[in-house]
Every structure is written in C-alpha cells, then in structure tokens.
Nanobody
Framework: QVRVVESGGGSAQAGGSLRLSCAASGYTYGTYCMAWFRQAPGKEREGVAGSDSDGRIRVTESVKGRFTIFKDTAKSTLYLQMDSLKPEDTAMYYC???????????????????WGQGTQVTVSS
C-alpha cells in the first residue's frame, strides 16, 4: 500500500524560508510521480510543483523563482524549498503521488490517488 508522509512547514515571516519534505513508500516499481498542492481557506486546492520519475519538473507560475522542487530518489523523498515567502503562500500544503502523470497534467488533482495529511504553512507580514 502506498503511503505519503509530509514533514516541515510551520510559521515564517514574509521574505523568510521554509522547507517541506514528502516521503513516499509502498511502490513496487521506482517509476512514480510526486507533487505538492496547497489549499488556502475558502479556495480550491491548487498544484504548486511536481516531479516525475524522469526528473521532469513543473512549477506553477505564482511561485516560480521563489520555490524550488527537488527529489532524493534513493530516499523516495520530494522536497519543496520555499524562499521569499509571501502572506499569500499561507495554506495547507499537501503532497500527492501516483504511478504516472503526464507532464502536461502533472499539477492536476485528478492525476493523483495517494495523498498525505497535509502540513500547515503560515506566513505573516
């Protein structure tokens, strides 16, 4: 059974940094896709950044240049380094994974069956 465990998050001042980690386990084969989503109160859950097993990456426009996604394949762990944080980055952040995800739809919720419990990120001005 595939499991997704997130860690990191917390509170930061605007302009500060946080790092999120997501560990996936239970895959029979090493080919799978992982991505970060976030959901602010009263808003839809949106894709933030993702990576597939070939190392292809997608990052949503609103965080480009501020957030970096990278993977430790040996540990099956995906990281989201968040720099230059803004109050509008405040949200619950979720990690998701599935066996495959086309690059074009890597940040679409429907591509993922396995989700973590979420970790809160709060950015104060």
């Amino acid at each position: 059974q595939v499991r997704v465990v997130e860690s990191g998050g917390g509170s930061a001042q605007a302009g500060g940094s946080l790092r999120l980690s997501c560990a996936a386990s239970g895959y029979t084969y090493g080919t799978y896709c992982m991505a970060w989503f976030r959901q602010a109160p009263g808003k839809e859950r949106e894709g933030v950044a993702g990576s597939d097993s070939d190392g292809r990456i997608r990052v949503t426009e609103s965080v480009k240049g501020r957030f970096t996604i990278f993977k430790d394949t040996a540990k099956s762990t995906l990281y989201l380094q968040m720099d230059s944080l803004k109050p509008e980055d405040t949200a619950m952040y979720y990690c998701a994974t599935d066996e495959d995800c086309p690059l074009r739809t890597m940040l679409e919720r429907y591509e993922y069956h396995y989700w973590g419990q979420g970790t809160q990120v709060t950015v104060s001005s």
